[in-house]
């Protein structure tokens, strides 16, 4: 059984930094794609960033790149995301979830099939 914890949340200030982790359980880690999604307060979940199962295929969101960074560790089964320079517009809820297919990198939300509870981040102007 596949089960993703998201930790690292928090209230920040603008321009501070946060590490969220994504702890996945299951055997199969390493054959997946990780993707990172935000939602904020009334709006739809989107694509923050995506790590591919050997991390040497990166992509992410354009409101993101150059200060958000994703790494995995494939032996310990987790996956990070440094944000950087942190935003009032980066607050939301942040997810991980799991590429539903094996050796695929999908940027949409319909790509993924397990998803953790999710970890609030806030950042204050």
């Known amino acids: 059984q596949v089960r993703l914890v998201e930790s690292g949340g928090g209230l920040v200030q603008a321009g501070d930094s946060l590490r969220l982790s994504c702890s996945v359980s299951?055997?199969?880690?390493?054959?997946?794609?990780m993707g990172w999604f935000r939602q904020a307060a009334g709006k739809e979940r989107e694509f923050v960033a995506v790590?591919?199962?050997?991390?040497?295929?990166?992509h992410y969101a354009d409101s993101v790149r150059g200060r958000f960074t994703i790494s995995r560790d494939n032996a310990g089964q987790m996956v990070y995301l440094q944000m950087n320079l942190l935003k009032p517009e980066d607050t939301g809820i942040y997810y991980c979830a799991r590429d539903v297919v094996v050796g695929r990198i999908s940027q949409t939300r319909d790509g993924y099939d397990f998803w953790g509870q999710g970890t609030q981040v806030t950042v204050a102007s």
């Open positions: 790590i591919d199962r050997t991390g040497t295929t990166i």
């Open positions: 299951g055997r199969t880690f390493d054959w997946y794609s």
